[in-house]
């Protein structure tokens, strides 16, 4: 891993199109700004790995719950509210 | 899996939903995770310029209908036919959902666009394999830009929203 020292409002470029900012520094925590692209996904690392995981799980092809659950929601349809 | 009709449809047509594919021009064979191959219309295929997480590589999708399972979709994979999910429109059982549209329309670089073009589904996890635990995904929308034939996975964080929303909730 590239470690690099950086101060207040310095950056760093990641290719061309992305740019972090450290833009304070409290005790423990450190605020960036990050500029990216559309195409580029900036997430927490924890919050990425959550999607990430789901998106795993649901990918299973698991097909055998759809016929009754399609029976639910017309249950739902025609029960009042 | 037997004969299924198979209904593909287009977010991009209104009126007959899609319906069935008329025209050959565009027509493109495909295998799927669960149909088998079916044959579909290439301008309905939809890009995902920043992909899946959890699916690095893979950005062209392709959503097919089925009357029988309706309102369930499939989200086929054009470059992975292993790879499918099954998406819904959130709400049908959550009517209060919103997703930040402006939000994704500025991220996305999608400046261009109005909020009408987008449309909003969640990604349903059976792995469970009974409809009482099946879950939908509420923190990692996917968001079809209908004009643009491009979608993306947003990432709603801050929000009271989960990832393992029941969809049938027990009374």
Not at chain 2, 143 to 150: F, G, L, P, Q
Request: charged share 30%; aromatic share 8%; hydrophobic share 40%.
């Amino acid at each position: 891993m590239l470690v690099l020292t950086r101060k207040v409002d310095e950056c760093i470029n990641i290719g061309d199109d992305v740019v972090i900012k450290v833009i304070g520094i409290d005790g423990m925590q450190v605020k960036l700004g990050i500029d990216a692209p559309g195409n580029v996904r900036v997430l927490r690392r924890e919050v990425y790995e959550k999607i990430r995981d789901e998106n795993i799980r649901s990918a299973k092809g698991n097909t055998s719950a759809f016929a009754k659950a399609v029976e639910l929601f017309k249950e739902q349809e025609h029960t009042p509210k | 899996m037997g004969f299924l009709v198979l209904r593909i449809t287009s977010p991009f047509e209104k009126g007959d939903g899609g319906g069935f594919l008329k025209e050959r021009k565009n027509a493109l064979k495909l295998e799927t995770r669960d149909f088998g191959q079916v044959e579909i219309d290439e301008t309905r295929v939809i890009t995902m310029p920043a992909g899946m997480p959890g699916f690095p590589g893979l950005g062209r999708f392709i959503i097919l209908e089925r009357e029988e399972t309706r309102p369930f979709l499939w989200y086929q994979c054009v470059d992975d036919p292993g790879l499918a999910f099954v998406i819904i429109n959130p709400n049908l059982f959550r009517p209060d959902y919103l997703v930040d549209l402006g939000a994704a329309l500025r991220d996305m670089s999608w400046r261009d666009d109005k909020e009408e073009d987008l449309l909003v589904y969640v990604i349903v996890n059976a792995s469970e394999g009974v409809p009482e635990k099946i879950t939908a995904n509420l923190i990692g929308p996917i968001v079809i830009n209908t004009s643009k034939k491009e979608a993306a996975q947003l990432v709603i964080t801050g929000s009271p929203y989960s990832h393992k929303q029941l969809v049938f909730q027990s009374s």
